[in-house]
């Protein structure tokens, strides 16, 4: 069969999916006045896949949305501004010497297997995330001093190492979502948490006590949620939460335009201002704590062992000198990244304290203190240390005339913003006489990458936590990625002795404004190492369909996040537009019809396009 026969056979398909779904559609809408109930389905849509949905494993900010919903934090956000408020612990006594923390625990709060939820869980949790060396959750964890301990059914004590503020329930801190000892115990063995959960799948019935839980999930297709039978908290008006994961931003914003989703992020703001006025759809660009970074190999193969480090990887020696990262980042124009690729979205960047923090934690340059976009300025800075091209083929050379300055750059194929910024740097760095090879790839592959050592230059993002200690607590030595395969925070390597006292420092320091001005000593002491280069504080681009669904919660207000990120809150106020007497997807066609007519079509689809199937896998695995 030719390629038109092919056509028609996927338009047939397609043709007779729409029926289907149209006719779901009518159904739901005439259905509307039945005293029958019809479930309600919210369907939201990303590019992101999720690292893993087990909390001992994940990392990704996608992965957040699902723990929100699922589990309790003992601290909670406020909605407004993302500053403190009681979550699970309702109450939080201190001892005088800032040392003993004693939580009282919510009560009445079950699993959605029925089981009570108990200070057995929250030490059982807290211990065993220390103990294993969770990748996220340790790392609150770090001043407690032994075990937490559970003195009767909804009450959890702890002492720490020294004083501090951190778990006084005044910061937002201790961002650890609580799990059921019951279920997850019966894994004793920290590479058994591994094969639980959503590392390796869902399996139904996963148990949470947060008003949804986790019932299914398809690598690359979706993440299925369900409501938990034993909430007792706000009733939601939602009965099930589907996050559909596309291959581009393209089909995305397709879908929302025909309602097959109701609610999608996006990266592309070319993409974002296509759905601008289109009918009952509409957007806004949010404002979260996040920043992107050109991040670099300060010297994971050439700095010192010890501590659990061992020197690994083969990373260009000149990034080990601070005056090649200050060139590099002279020659990148972080305002015309913003102007060029986020179109006017976001902001230039600088401190990795974003502008979205906590107030008075965020330190910026001022004056003198700024390094500015100034290729002239970084090429006198090479030439002056030495660095030359002594063979003039506009690449310098190490001082002693060796190795060229010739770095690895990676970017990521599920990122299209890492892949439109390359060619302006690229291009700077060539006006200062470095040649980069930008590579696209996998974000997983990424990640081994930069554990490995095994990279020069990269392009990521974080999206730091409102308190400023986690973001710090990135770039101490002892979060270097340790061995060449095990992940740590610390994907530059940067390593400084007296940047990890201030560490410990403002950890321990009671006083607010005197912590604020350790904080802001640590921020402008990474920000002149210059291992990252903050190229901007981006925008949340977010868009959804207006006639389908309302109730979204801004985190941060006014412009943040509309979805649950944080706060868990925005699941309960979501709610269709026709229970305000307009229409909405409910009954007609379940949830696992929707996706079984998308599987379908796609079927099809990857038929036609076999070729470029085989070609996008190979850049994948490139």
């Known amino acids: 069969m030719g390629s038109k026969g092919r056509l028609i056979v996927l338009l047939a398909v397609v043709a007779v999916a729409a029926g289907v779904i149209s006719s779901g559609a009518a159904f739901a809408q005439t259905e509307t006045s039945s005293a029958a109930k019809h479930k309600v389905t919210f369907v939201w849509g990303d590019t992101s896949e999720p690292s893993s949905l087990n909390p001992f494993r994940g990392y990704l900010a996608t992965d957040f949305y699902f723990w929100t919903s699922s589990y309790h934090l003992l601290t909670d956000f406020t909605i407004n501004d993302l500053n403190a408020r009681p979550g699970l612990a309702e109450k939080i006594d201190v001892s005088s010497d800032g040392m003993t923390f004693t939580y009282h625990i919510r009560q009445g709060i079950k699993w959605s297997d029925g089981q009570p939820l108990t200070a057995n869980d929250v030490a059982w949790t807290l211990n065993t995330y220390k103990s294993n060396h969770a990748y996220l959750p340790q790392g609150y964890l770090t001043l407690i001093d032994g075990e937490v301990k559970a003195t009767d059914d909804y009450t959890v004590v702890f002492h720490s190492t020294m004083p501090t503020s951190l778990y006084t329930g005044k910061v937002p801190y201790l961002y650890d979502y609580i799990l059921p000892e019951h279920i997850w115990s019966k894994f004793d063995q920290p ?20 008003p949804f839980v986790i019932a299914e999930y398809k690598t690359g297709e979706y993440v299925r949620m369900v409501r938990n039978p034993y909430w007792s908290g706000p009733q939601p008006h939602v009965d099930e939460l589907i996050y559909s994961i596309y291959k581009n931003e393209d089909a995305e914003a397709e879908a929302l335009k025909a309602g097959q989703i109701d609610f999608g ?9 296509s759905l601008k006025g289109v009918a009952n759809i509409t957007t806004m660009n949010g404002t979260i704590p996040s920043f992107d970074e050109i991040g670099m190999n300060t010297g994971s193969a050439y700095e010192k062992a010890g501590n659990g480090f061992t020197p690994h990887g083969d990373g260009h020696p000149a990034l080990q000198d601070p005056i090649v990262r200050r060139a590099i980042r002279m020659a990148i124009d972080s305002q015309t990244l913003v102007d060029k690729v986020l179109l006017g979205y976001g902001l230039p960047g600088t401190s990795i304290i974003p502008p979205v923090s906590v107030k008075g934690a965020r330190w910026e340059p ?12 970084a090429n006198k800075l090479l030439d002056d240390a030495g660095y030359k091209d002594t063979d003039g083929d506009g690449v310098r050379e190490m001082p002693d005339g060796g190795q060229p300055l010739e770095f690895r750059y990676y970017v990521q194929t599920s990122d299209q913003n890492t892949i439109k910024v390359a060619p302006f740097v690229k291009s700077w760095l060539a006006d200062i006489g470095i040649k980069a090879d930008v590579t696209a790839m996998s974000s997983g592959r990424l990640g081994d990458e930069i554990n490995a050592g095994t990279y020069d230059l990269f392009h990521w993002g974080w999206i730091p936590d409102p308190d400023p200690d986690s973001a710090l607590s990135w770039f101490q030595c002892e979060q270097r990625p340790p061995d060449g395969s095990s992940y740590g925070n610390n994907d530059s390597y940067y390593c400084n002795p007296e940047y990890d006292k201030l560490y410990v420092a403002q950890r321990t320091e009671l006083d607010v404004q005197a912590r604020w001005d350790i904080v802001h000593q640590m921020q402008k002491m990474y920000y002149d190492s210059c291992a990252y280069a903050v190229i901007w504080y981006g925008p949340i681009l977010q868009a959804y369909r207006n006639d389908l669904f309302t109730g979204y919660m801004s985190q941060p207000a006014p412009n943040g996040d509309l979805l649950a990120g944080y706060s868990m809150d925005v699941w309960w106020n979501l709610r269709p537009v026709g229970e305000a007497g307009g229409t909405t997807r409910t009954g007609g066609v379940s949830a696992g019809v929707w996706i079984g007519l998308v599987i379908g079509i796609a079927v099809v689809i990857a038929a036609v396009m076999l070729g470029r199937r085989s070609r996008r896998e190979s850049e994948e695995q490139a």
Do not use: C, H, L, R
């Not at 590479?191 to 799948?201: E, H, I, L, P, W």
């Not at 992020?265 to 201002?273: E, K, P, T, V």
């Open 265 to 273: 992020y996006f990266d592309s703001a070319n993409i974002y201002n």
């Open 366 to 377: 001022t004056g003198d203190e700024v390094i500015p976009f100034d290729i002239a300025g």
């Open 191 to 210: 590479k058994q948490y591994d094969n639980y959960s959503a590392y390796q799948g869902v399996p139904a019935g996963e148990v949470g006590s947060g």
